[in-house]
């Protein structure tokens, strides 16, 4: 924005600067209740998150008490080697989704495929369940990394917000709202200038009737 001397103190920039004026308060009110909604979107997915590392937690300890079961009962050369042949999951597509208006990574995929499937069925039940417990694990691990990088994208949006927000409240206002000053400053003292002028020649053309009048009433009486 121009500085306050540079402004032009004239009706038409009085009346564009209260617009701006009244524009910027809108947005500030828009901005802040995004920052508000962000906000509360940022403590509900940290309590998903919170959720999802508890249940993550527990999965991984029933996984790895699986695997031991495993290798009690059928051997840990034969739950290595049955390791080695596992088919792998279904890639992951990574599509993006609108979180108020911040872009985040959706994760999709990593599920078991038709291979798999078959092949747990040809499994001793200790394996297959330590396997399982695995995919689960999988699958979390995916829930978590996906609420994690909602929880920083928004944290990044709610600063920016901020930012922006006390740009336009502590910054931009306080300078239109200078230049209003400044341009009823002006307008004013050149209204005072304009009526002295006038004044002044009111003034000076009393002056000169009163002359001619007295001018006449000489040569009258010459």
């Known amino acids: 924005m121009p ?34 909604a962000l906000i509360l979107e940022f403590f509900n997915t940290s309590k998903s998150v919170a959720s999802l590392r508890s249940g993550l937690q527990a999965e991984l300890v029933k996984g790895y008490q699986a695997i031991r079961m495993a290798e009690m009962l059928a051997g840990a050369m034969r739950l ?63 829930d978590v990394a996906e609420k994690e990088t909602t929880l920083r994208k928004l944290l990044l949006e709610i600063e920016k917000t901020k930012r922006k927000s006390n740009a336009i409240e502590n910054v931009f206002i306080p300078r239109l709202l200078a230049a209003i000053k400044f341009i009823i400053f002006r307008l004013d003292e050149m209204e005072r200038d304009t009526f002295m002028m006038l004044k002044t020649v009111k003034r000076k053309m009393g002056e000169r009737e009163q002359e001619a009048l007295l001018k006449k009433e000489k040569e009258i009486l010459a």
């Open 80 to 142: 290595e080697n049955e390791a080695m042949k596992i088919p792998q999951l279904n890639k992951l597509h990574i599509t993006p989704k609108n979180v108020m208006g911040v872009r985040i990574p959706k994760i999709e995929g990593g599920k078991s495929n038709q291979a798999l499937t078959e092949h747990l069925l040809e499994l001793p039940p200790s394996i297959n369940e330590a396997i399982k417990a695995f995919q689960n694990v999988h699958k979390m691990v995916l």
């Open 3 to 36: 500085s306050v001397i540079n402004i032009r103190p004239t009706r038409l920039e009085y009346i564009r600067t209260k617009r701006r004026i009244i524009v910027a308060k809108k947005g500030l009110k828009l901005l802040k209740l995004k920052r508000q």
